[in-house]
């Protein structure tokens, strides 16, 4: 699509910010609608879905941050004069169209066209079915801001299909498709893989662990693996395993307090075979592939380990690739940690719960992205372009 000027696209983000202000009310109604049609029974999926005030200041918040950011494209990369007299000149381009699927999220409708649009892509948007009453009424404010500033709707769409319909499209798509994101569980990214034609990056996958240390500050690991589990288990950078090495002074006791405060805390414990020989009471795993799964429910397993490097194969062998954290006082111990362990953020003392563009300092994102290639990680502005090489000559020929 055709290259627009920063300030072109600033004007449809400032026109979505007042249009968002001035129908708060037709928003919340709208998802009031998904929440009446919505099975509570799915908690996760449930605080994915509402709305509330907070959240709509957050929509606006993200629009604000991408607004002030610089425009990421036709950003020169490199430039090099050769031998031969040619210039070459690499330069940030946009993808051309991005389609995201998601689950349940409305405000996902904001942040990853904003994120989008300001890279000068067209997005599809595929929501699911449980927010659409949500989506409709986003989508609507998108179009009428661009229309305000004379531009096409084309820019952003809204693709209601149904499972059927969205695996025809992966494999017929009936318009150009450069990048497809899913984000969700584990099927969603496994359909869109098996169906997809074009490049796929994968996000969504959460399953993280933190790592207790025999050297630790045992109030900030409570607190750091509370705040992890609790404070939001419906986000892929929630929480799921612990595990503890068996060396830690007091190892016995620091299990009992640990297995308490998580129960307390309305969290389900379970553990491996070495863990229950202390935690006799919980439920011992049956199954060593339950390692791989991502909860996304107030649930746990607590494992124990020999060393930091058993740890570390653990998780390697387990883990989504998302966040890890290791609790130690040691900060050389820490250092080997976060290099061996292969996730896309890893931690020293401090909560996975920050794997997210605001509050890693990337900005509004579209995805977390587990793949390694374009980008692991937020996606955020700087990651929605690719590059494109400008080679000026002056009737050069190769010989």
């Not at 450069?178 to 034609?197: C, M, N, Q, S, Y």
């Not at 612990?242 to 379970?270: Q, S």
Request: include cysteine.
């Amino acid at each position: 699509m055709k290259l627009l000027p920063e300030n072109k696209k600033n004007d449809v983000l400032e026109s979505m910010i007042a249009l968002i202000n001035l129908n708060e009310k037709e928003i919340l109604d709208a998802n009031k609608k998904d929440i009446e049609a919505f099975d509570r029974d799915d908690q996760a999926m449930y605080d994915r879905l509402i709305l509330n005030e907070k959240k709509v200041r957050g929509m606006i918040k993200a629009i604000n941050d991408v607004k002030v950011q610089d425009d990421p494209v036709n950003k020169i990369i490199s430039q090099n004069e050769l031998n031969s007299g040619l210039k070459v000149v690499n330069k940030t381009a946009p993808f051309g169209t991005i389609m995201i699927i998601y689950e349940s999220r409305p405000d996902v409708t904001v942040e990853a066209t904003v994120l989008a649009f300001k890279a000068n892509n067209k997005i599809l948007l595929k929501g699911g079915k449980e927010a659409v009453h949500s989506n409709r009424a986003i989508v609507k404010l998108w179009h009428k801001a661009l229309e305000e500033n004379g531009l096409s709707t084309d820019y952003i769409k809204m693709l209601e299909l149904s499972r059927a319909e969205t695996q025809e499209f992966l494999k017929n798509p009936t318009e150009q498709l450069d990048l497809i994101v899913p984000r969700g569980g584990e099927r969603l990214i496994k359909f869109v893989k098996d169906h997809a034609e074009c490049a796929v990056l994968v996000s969504g996958r959460g399953n993280n662990f933190l790592y207790i240390d025999e050297n630790t500050d045992w109030k900030k690991t409570i607190n750091v693996i509370l705040n992890a589990k609790t404070d939001k288990i419906s986000a892929c950078n929630a929480l799921d395993k612990i595990l503890i090495n068996k060396n830690i002074e007091d190892y016995e006791d620091k299990l009992r307090d640990l297995d308490n405060v998580l129960k307390t805390n309305g969290v389900k414990v379970l553990v491996d075979e070495t863990t229950h020989k202390v935690l006799i009471d919980d439920k011992q795993i049956e199954n060593r592939s339950i390692w791989f799964e991502e909860f996304l429910e107030m649930k746990c397993i607590i494992g124990t380990v020999d060393s930091m490097d058993d740890a570390v194969k653990m998780i390697n062998t387990f883990s989504g690739g998302h966040s890890a954290t290791i609790m130690t006082t040691d900060n050389e111990l820490a250092g080997t940690f976060m290099d061996q362990v292969d996730c896309a953020a890893v931690y020293h003392n401090a909560s996975t719960r920050f794997t997210d563009g605001g509050q890693i300092g990337a900005g509004a994102e579209l995805a977390i992205s587990t793949d390694k290639l374009h980008h692991r990680g937020p996606l955020g502005l700087k990651q929605l372009v690719t590059n494109k090489y400008y080679v000026y000559g002056d009737g050069h020929v190769r010989v």
